[in-house]
């Protein structure tokens, strides 16, 4: 069975760092594109970062480009994002996701998500 | 950006409607359209990709049209389970973006 699990969220202050972690499972997580998606509370899905399965591709959202990181380790079947410089817009559902391998670039559609992580940032 | 506008935003609907999500693109993105529901708490769940290619254990009730512009998402006879928020998404271009959401609710 598919799983991702996100972890790391919870209360920081405008101007702080957070590093989110999603662990994967069932399934060889080294073949993936992987990506951060986010809900603000009571509002619409945004797209955060790219990962391609190697790292040779990154991409974020103009939103938190120069202050959030993606990266992977795929021996540890891992992926994170280090946030910095964090808003108070900053604050949302974090989800893990994985681009489908029936997807023809390196970007895609999403067919399996995390339960999500809350971080809020408020001082 | 390439920007996605969903229409309508709220519904209401009976059990057993057929109901009709409408999402258009700021630009042409070929077939490179999901559609995702979403019910309170929960993650996303993945409909349809490509447009039109229904995602496996989809219920057959669900189904997309569409390239260019204009897409739709129809749920040719809706159930209880399915009263949700769907979500497209355009995957044409690397900086992926979200429609705004159509919340179908109980008439």
């Known amino acids: 069975e598919v799983q991702l699990v996100e972890s790391g969220g919870g209360l920081v202050k405008p101007g702080g760092s957070l590093r989110l972690s999603c662990a994967a499972s069932g399934f060889t997580f080294r073949s993936y594109t992987m990506n951060w998606v986010r809900q603000a509370p009571g509002k619409g899905l945004e797209w955060v970062s790219s990962?391609?399965?190697?790292?040779?591709?990154?991409y974020y959202a103009d939103s938190v480009k120069g202050r959030f990181t993606i990266s992977r380790d795929n021996a540890k079947n891992s992926m994170y994002l280090q946030m910095n410089s964090l808003r108070a817009e900053d604050t949302a559902v974090y989800y893990c996701?994985?681009?489908?391998?029936?997807?023809?670039?390196?970007?895609?559609?999403?067919?399996?998500w995390g339960q999500g992580t809350l971080v809020t940032v408020s001082s | 950006a390439i920007q996605l506008t969903q229409s309508p935003s709220s519904l209401s609907a009976s059990v057993r409607d057929r109901v009709t999500i409408t999402c258009r693109a700021s630009q042409g993105i070929s077939s490179a359209l999901a559609w995702y529901q979403q019910k309170p708490g929960k993650a996303p769940k993945l409909l349809i990709y490509d447009a039109s290619s229904l995602e496996s254990g989809v219920p057959s009730r669900f189904s997309g049209s569409g390239s260019g512009t204009e897409f739709t998402l129809t749920i040719s006879s809706l159930q209880p389970e399915d009263f949700a928020t769907y979500y497209c998404?355009?995957?044409?271009?690397?900086?992926?973006?979200f429609g705004g959401g159509t919340k179908v609710e109980i008439k």
């Open positions: 996701a994985r681009v489908s391998a029936g997807a023809t670039f390196v970007w895609g559609w999403f067919d399996a």
């Open positions: 998404q355009q995957f044409n271009s690397y900086l992926l973006t």
């Open positions: 990962i391609s399965s190697s790292s040779s591709y990154i």
